[in-house]
């Protein structure tokens, strides 16, 4: 899925009640606060499950733990970037 960030953050942005992300887990690694709050928002009116992790470490430990359909990561985040977490 791509998912461009100026559509998403529209007013006029919706997801239709037959979503591809309706119902699908995932995994949003974000470091800044405000993108990753908007972005969870806007996944979840699309229907998805958002679980949430703020930079790379803290996402493989998740990727261990659980399995997800989606996982959206930021690349330049502290502790571990989004090139050596899938590294």
């Known amino acids: 899925y791509l998912l461009d960030r100026r559509r ?11 979503s591809e992300l309706n119902n699908k887990s995932v995994l949003l690694v974000e470091d800044n606060l405000i993108i990753h709050k ?11 499950m958002v679980e949430s992790a703020f930079n790379g470490l803290e996402a493989v430990t998740k990727l261990h733990a659980s399995d997800f359909d989606l996982i959206l990561m930021d690349n330049q985040m502290p502790r571990m970037t989004g090139v050596e977490a899938i590294g």
């Open 38 to 48: 908007s972005e969870k928002k806007l996944l979840e009116k699309c229907g998805a």
């Open 8 to 18: 998403l953050s529209s007013p006029k942005f919706s997801c239709s009640s037959h």
